[in-house]
């Protein structure tokens, strides 16, 4: 049996068991993966806030109910706290631990935000033709600090963080109608053409994922990323966080085509 | 001068200034108008989660910091407590108070929540030739109690309120691809026929608003109402809540145009 067959939630249960501790990406073709912020309630309103302020890049898919390890709305029968293969656990902005399940860490007033990821709408461009470079590739996506401020919420204020395919023009008008049809995972880009215009620093050396091929006549495309609220929650330095490890996603049970408008 | 060529601001210090008393239709065409609830900030978390879990009825335009009368936002220079012409208190979930300004109500705790109103796409629909009948019978629209949960968040629950406007079957898929563009204030139909498969218990008579004329070969097309989250607010009995009285409105500089996606 071929392990992309499974069920998001047969697939759940293999990584809540330890028996897939790989990263998600190609788990669970066509269904939405979510990335993970755990907060204190404590911090859990100016959070909020801060998403519904700034839902390009921080589109909410769920919001637990505070000490619950389960969601209601997005992953069936699921257990936050070892559903996802690798988390990281930071300590006033330091990373503590980075570990396979964060049981022993978990706390009755803890809240999880599950946020809407780009490889939901990726799905969609390669199937209408557009191509998407890492995938070619086989790399991370690049990712760049940007000079866009957020709008800020209680303790959380910061830039934005945006993610770059590159594309022909004609491409990017086609990727531009897609990804504006999917709001919830990010939405339309953000910037076409120049990264000085959004002050990106070094287009070759971005700040997180990996740098890819841009062809002759390929224009680079900039969309708003869920890198964003890790970022920003880091900044302020929280007392106690949780979040995925990079790459290590919560497959959830919506489908991608079902985040369309 | 006619007073429809005011700007948003300018018909605001109006309204701050006593000189517009009046209900908000038909002021500052073609910018968005918005439903206020102002809770206390301990009820604040739970309120603005609700609206996460439902953003159909509940689209958040903007949420003020807490004890700010200022908004950042959708409104420049904006006076929270004096900017709307008609107000409404409620104590424990009783009418307490309706006056012209809330400026002796106000506390350090209090939070904002400016919500969509359905009046950003009737002027989409009638510039598609799509017929608003209370517009055209000068009505209020009705609006119904029906059977679906809303999902609860923390100390709110309770079912969706719709509005209703009849159209023919053609003019009903029109409607339905025009709003199903303006999420922000409330997106598409969420049925289309049959009053009774929503839990609507009288058609001809609705439970807020008004009755309009549905001609023969129409349909009813119901959409999430704006009315929900007060009437969710309203039954969990809160210590204090400030409303704007029905139908009259925050004017604010955001164009409808601008709400499209």
Known sequence: MDIKDLTPLETRKLIREGKITAPTSGLCPGYAQANLVVLPKELAYDFLLFTQRNPRPCPVLEVSDAGSRTLRYIAEDCDIAKDIPRYRVYRNGVLADECEDVEKYWRDDLVSFLIGCSFSFESALLEAGVPVRQIEEGRNVPMYKTGIAC???????GNMVV???????????????????????HGAPIHIGDPA???IKDLYHPEFGEMVTIKPGEVPVFWPCGVTPQNVVMDSKPEFVITHAPGHMLITDIKNVDLRN
Chains 1, 2 share one sequence.
Request: charged share 10%; aromatic share 4%; glycine share 6%.
């Open 151 to 157: 709008a800020p919420a209680g303790a959380f204020h």
């Open 163 to 185: 993610s770059m395919r590159p594309m022909t023009p004609d491409q990017a008008i086609r990727a531009s109608v897609i990804t504006a049809q999917m709001p919830r995972v």
């Open 197 to 199: 215009a959004i002050g």
